[in-house]
Every structure is written in structure tokens, then in C-alpha cells.
């Protein structure tokens, strides 16, 4: 489906869903140890003010923010959704579908982060089961910054990482 996309660009004012489709199916692609070891697990029903600050602050950090999927299926319903939070320049950066990700990290509430301190690739059938690789995780209405602090104070897998991601977190508030 991805490749079938028309590269064309939209304008400003409008959610580009086939460009959100076309970015991520190219992240895919990429090979192992490019994907984002930093990723929020978010969900449309959040308010959408903290869906936004969430999605923003996670780019900025160098992380993704991923959905588990359409509600209800419904592809027109997501992208009238995406279209009310999202307004032209403020579209969203790093945000994605994937719930490949939400199972193999056994995500049920929504915010909740992940730093994985190797890499992985969650397998793509529906009744695979992955062993998720050493990991932090926290669960919560937390701020960006407050997730990395924890890591980072934490000493676990994802320590360094979140070292990283705070320092982009922070560079990325200054511009």
C-alpha cells in the first residue's frame, strides 16, 4: 500500500495520512538499530491538548509516539481525529501506528514509555509471541522530561539512552 502513495505534497493546512503511511513503511525498511529505542504508547482518547504535548516533546527528544491502531477500524474517523488536534504546521513528527509494539511490550494503559536498551524488531504475525529485550518502562501522566530523568536516575537498560534523549529533549526546547 505504501508504495502505492502518490508523493505529491498536500498543503500546509491539511493531516497528510498518506505521508504519515508512506514515512513509516520507509522506517521499516530501515535497517536494524535506526528504529527509535524511545517510544510512547499513546492513545486517541487522551485529551487532546496532552496528546499534543506528548507527541511534540517525544520528537523533540528524538522518540516516536505510536497509536495502537484505527478506531474501529475506521480510517476516515483517525485521520478527522488527527485533523481536529493537528492544524497545518503543527502537524505531528514523530508520531506512528504500530501494534506490533503495544504486544510485544504487553502495553494496557495509555501514556506509558519504553526505552529499549538493545535492538529489536517486533515480529510481525498476529500470534507471534517476542521476548521484549532489557528494558524501562513507566506507565503514567508524566512529562517527556520526567520519563528521561527516571531512566536516567534509574541505572537500567535504557540509562544511557536516556542521557541521549534528554539532551536533545532539552536542545530542542531552546529553539
Known amino acids: 500500500y505504501a508504495d502505492s502513495l502518490p508523493t505529491a505534497a498536500k498543503s500546509a493546512d491539511t493531516l497528510d495520512f498518506d505521508a504519515m503511511v508512506r514515512e513509516r ?4 525498511k530501515s535497517p536494524l538499530g535506526q528504529g ?8 486517541l482518547s487522551m485529551p487532546p491538548e496532552a496528546l499534543k504535548a506528548l507527541v511534540r516533546d517525544m520528537g523533540r527528544a ?3 509516539t505510536v497509536l495502537r491502531g484505527l478506531p474501529s477500524g475506521d480510517s476516515a474517523r483517525f485521520k478527522a481525529l488527527l485533523t481536529e488536534i493537528w492544524q497545518g504546521e503543527d502537524a505531528p513528527q514523530a508520531l506512528g501506528i504500530d501494534p506490533r509494539l503495544f504486544r510485544a511490550f504487553h502495553i494496557e494503559a495509555a501514556p506509558s514509555f519504553v526505552m529499549v536498551g538493545s535492538d ?9 509471541q517476542d521476548v521484549p529485550p532489557p528494558h524501562d518502562r513507566m506507565t503514567g501522566n508524566v512529562t517527556v522530561e520526567q520519563v528521561l530523568e527516571s531512566f536516567k536516575d534509574g541505572a537500567g537498560p535504557g540509562a ?3 542521557r541521549l534523549h534528554l539532551v ?3 536542545e530542542g526546547e531552546d529553539q
Open 160 to 162: 544511557a539512552l536516556a
Open 168 to 170: 536533545r529533549l532539552e
Open 62 to 64: 528524538g522518540g516516536v
Open 120 to 128: 529489536f524488531s517486533p515480529c510481525d504475525g498476529f500470534d507471534c
Open 36 to 43: 527509535p529505542r524511545f517510544i510512547a504508547f499513546a492513545s
Open 25 to 28: 513503511a520507509e522506517a521499516e
